[in-house]
């Protein structure tokens, strides 16, 4: 059994605007490994977006707070907040929401993440639903920091 890739004592603070007025806040929890997205992700994600309506562009999150407690400012920040059909629901856990970082040689890393017990292999599993079956996803919205 693969150990959790989080650190709970570390939690990064996400706000976003949910309209009416109304923000939300979603507590992330650091990931202690290296953990990249596939070098193609932006180019599927954004492609996925095309084709299918239930993925969504947003420009909502209003602030980033890091466990140290320090505003994180910049657009090589992005959050996905997923979720998806029952089925696979119950295969990933329902905490689909991540914080990722866009280095400087252009890949995607994760930096925080709402499950608990998340491990590399329920993320890399997400990540191929959300990827290849976008059939067993009910919302998902790709969103950066507003400016």
Not at 45 to 67: A, C, D
Not at 77 to 82: G, P, S, W
Request: glycine share 4%; hydrophobic share 45%; aromatic share 10%.
């Amino acid at each position: 059994m693969s150990k959790a890739i989080v650190d709970t004592d570390h939690a990064w603070t996400v706000l976003m605007d949910v309209g009416a007025k109304k923000e939300v806040e979603l507590p992330l929890f650091q990931v202690t490994r290296d953990v990249f997205l596939e070098a193609d992700f932006a180019d599927k994600i954004k492609q996925l977006m095309l084709e299918n309506t239930h993925y969504l562009p947003g420009n909502n999150v209003t602030s980033i707070e890091s466990p140290e407690h320090r505003d994180i400012l910049g657009k090589a920040l992005f959050v996905i907040v997923c979720f998806l059909k029952d089925y696979a629901e119950g295969m990933t856990g329902s905490l689909n929401h991540f914080l990722f970082g866009e280095m400087r040689d252009h890949r995607y890393r994760l930096i925080a993440a709402a499950d608990r017990e998340l491990t590399s292999e329920r993320f890399k599993f997400f990540m191929r639903v959300i990827t290849r079956k976008p059939e067993l996803v009910k919302n998902l919205v790709l969103t950066h920091q507003t400016q």
